[in-house]
């Protein structure tokens, strides 16, 4: 029997491949052209152009690779509240987004998007909350905050507000919001009041304004030295991913196939890193510890009312 040339058995090879292949390929193609644009979400509540332009070249980085022959284009919206993400996914003019988790918990549980990576934000996997005291305040236990003030971060704060607030629930305390530093504080509960920044709430409990704070760990490695040392961690919470990107519910298929193999491999490239330093310093994305029905059932577990 004649031998084929190699470089004809080759052909052959591939042509069967994609005579095979060919129209379930050609239909996901499709599909995935289909779309005119790529729209990455944000929920943001001061002016959104800087937000727009902060979050532009990944959204046009994802789309070239969605479309090279620039048929998608890749947009930007901002949203000023959670409730107003889950009616751009609705109404399909947002197809994906990025956020903390307590947001992310917020806007998904209805279903309007669906959990897809965790984002590495400035470099960092997963975070948990840590609740600090001044070393010199005479604070030693968790116990010793009741009838006391402790500062946290501000209303949509993870790790500044709903994980600590949610680790003193569930170990007893009663925790109430107060109008200012100066309320009453009943002697069974820890009242709290926002300090706005975990900034601001770490200089409270420098100056002995209030018992405690609460921020993540993250924001308590970037503190100097000295900063360190003047104050005590009295408890932390459990860990959390440090940020998730979710997609739209009814967005097809295949481009939520693509658009995962991009992201994951956005970091392997060099516009691709570039791109990543740019956007908080991210260091990649990457799969959701345990899978997504893990991730959703634990952030059910923790911020279910």
């Known amino acids: 029997m004649e031998k084929k040339p190699y470089h004809l058995a080759i052909a052959c ?5 994609l005579l095979t292949a060919g129209p379930k390929a050609e239909a996901q193609t499709k599909q995935v052209t289909s779309i005119k644009t790529l729209t990455l979400g944000a929920v943001f509540q001061d002016p959104r152009e800087p937000v727009e332009e902060h979050f532009r070249p990944l959204a046009n980085y994802v789309a070239r690779k969605l479309s090279p022959s620039g048929e998608i284009k890749g947009t930007v919206v901002v949203a000023p509240s959670a409730a107003q ?18 947001p992310t918990y917020v806007i998904n549980r209805l279903g309007a998007a669906t959990l897809l990576l965790r984002r590495w934000k400035g ?43 949610l680790f003193l629930l569930r170990k007893g305390f009663s925790v109430v919001e107060k109008p200012s530093l100066e309320a009453k504080v009943a002697v069974g509960e820890v009242g709290y009041i926002f300090a706005g920044t975990d900034k601001n709430a770490v200089s409270l409990v ?14 308590h490695a970037s ?16 860990a959390l991913p440090r940020h998730l990107v979710s997609v739209r519910k009814n967005l097809p298929e295949p ?13 392997q490239d060099d516009d691709g890193q570039k ?31």
């Open 85 to 102: 993400m889950i009616k751009l996914l609705e109404e399909r003019r947002v197809d994906f987004y990025m956020e903390s988790p307590h």
């Open 255 to 267: 481009v939520i196939k693509r658009l995962k193999e991009i992201l994951l491999s956005i970091h």
């Open 206 to 219: 420098q100056q002995k304004k209030v018992a405690a704070g609460a921020f993540s760990n993250d924001d």
């Open 13 to 17: 090879l591939v042509a069967t491949l």
């Open 123 to 165: 470099g960092i996997a997963e975070y948990r909350s840590l609740i600090f005291t001044n070393r010199q305040g005479g604070i030693a236990r968790l116990e010793e905050l009741r009838g006391k003030i402790i500062a946290f971060e501000d209303p949509g704060s993870t790790s500044g507000y709903f994980l600590p607030k």
């Open 275 to 305: 791109i990543l330093r740019q956007t908080d310093n991210t260091t990649k994305f990457d799969a959701l510890p345990g899978g997504e029905e893990s991730v959703r059932r634990k952030l059910v577990e923790l911020f279910r009312p």
């Open 223 to 238: 503190l100097d030295e000295n900063s360190k040392a003047a104050i005590s961690i009295l408890g932390e919470s459990e």
